[in-house]
């Protein structure tokens, strides 16, 4: 992508600004884009393409004191993994992706203590399969308009797959190209049950582990070296050199010790407009809101971003995971191309000037 840019980027076509953005307004027809070196910038069209917004963080990061919040770091942080030592038990808050990437980071610089894997669900993405299948299963129907009929179809599916000596994952590949008009022919009532009963089954489905995670978890697990937990972090102690980390769990509570704590919880979409600085003002001016599901910033099925009061303006998109409202299923590069590519085809049409044919009788 960098060397097809690289050309129009010589040429002056494409001008790529390094800048904070500190906020941005309406002037006149136009949009003012304001830097935090004062660079100004007037566009006709805005896209707002703010990709995943910062981890999920428990509130009981919030007051720590300094030294104990000194053992407290996000993964993705270029520090993250400095000073671990191969004896330090780990928890890790999150069990998805992201943590077993920490996990795989861990193995790599030779740690050998106990690491903990500790989320709300306990529930773990799962491996994928080999063998080359294809997608298996038709999810094209208008009938499919609540979540438990989704959920029944999706079983049906893996029923009649496994019967084939097909995998499971066979039916969620072709779930997954069909997530977006499922996501847009569900009532709000029937996708706030989706998230709340479903989401985290469809994740750990979808966002699958990559072999070398698989072999990892497994080689943890069995050792046990590698435990996963269920249950919300409420509090972090210090006792000598360890941290207690305080678990809620159904049953009660319990506390685990370790020397570090990973924040692996992946990003917080919730009140998404409050994450960066322009993008708070734009809410405050009205022009853009978070959605009401908490999966980004509101926007229609064209991308168009989508004011306070409902309305669509239509010289300001949104691009990639913060239009995941409209679209449901927008986070790998797959979906997000095709978006992308139907933002680009809708300004240029938009763009184009009509050559009109005036006939003139001579006659007449």
């Not at 208008?142 to 979540?147: F, I, K, M, Q």
């Not at 000598?240 to 924040?263: F, Y």
Request: glycine share 10%; hydrophobic share 40%.
């Amino acid at each position: 992508m960098q060397a097809q840019l690289a050309p129009h980027v010589e040429s002056g076509a494409v001008r790529h600004i390094r800048q904070t953005v500190r906020a941005v307004a309406r002037e006149n027809d136009q949009w003012r884009i304001s830097g935090a070196d004062g660079t100004s910038v007037l566009a006709d069209i805005l896209i707002l393409a703010t990709g995943h917004p910062p981890a999920s963080r428990p509130s009981v990061f919030d007051n720590l004191d300094p030294p104990t919040a000194s053992r407290v770091a996000d993964v993705f942080a270029p520090n993250a993994f400095d000073g671990i030592e191969k004896s330090d038990p780990i928890l890790v808050v999150g069990s998805g992706l992201t943590a077993l990437d920490a996990l795989s980071r861990l193995d790599a610089i030779g740690h050998e203590e106990e690491i903990t894997l500790l989320s709300r669900s306990g529930l773990m993405p799962r491996p994928h399969a080999g063998g080359g299948f294809s997608p298996f299963g038709d999810f094209r129907s208008a009938e499919l308009t609540s979540a438990r009929k989704l959920l029944a179809k999706v079983r049906a599916t893996v029923f009649n797959a496994q019967a084939q000596g097909i995998p499971w994952q066979s039916v969620f590949d072709a779930l997954r190209q069909h997530a977006q008009e499922l996501w847009q022919g569900l009532p709000m009532l029937e996708r706030q049950k989706f998230l709340r009963r479903l989401r985290r089954w469809y994740d750990v489905h979808r966002y699958r582990m990559p072999p070398q995670a698989t072999f990892a978890l497994k080689k943890g697990i069995e050792t046990g070296r590698v435990s996963v937990k269920r249950g919300d972090l409420v509090s972090i102690t210090r006792d000598g050199n360890d941290l207690l980390a305080g678990i809620e769990t159904h049953n009660g509570g319990t506390k685990v010790r370790c020397r570090r704590i990973l924040l692996a919880t992946g990003p917080e979409f919730r009140d998404y407009a409050a994450h960066q600085r322009f993008l708070l003002g734009m809410h405050r001016d009205g022009f853009i809101q978070s959605d009401a599901l908490g999966l980004g910033l509101a926007c229609d099925t064209a991308g168009h971003g989508v004011t306070v009061t409902g309305a669509p303006i239509t010289s300001l998109f949104v691009a990639g995971p913060p239009a995941r409202p409209a679209f449901g299923e927008l986070t790998g590069v797959p979906e997000i191309a095709t978006q992308v590519a139907d933002i680009v085809d809708r300004i240029v049409r938009c763009c184009i000037r009509e050559t009109r044919t005036i006939v003139i009788n001579p006659s007449a």
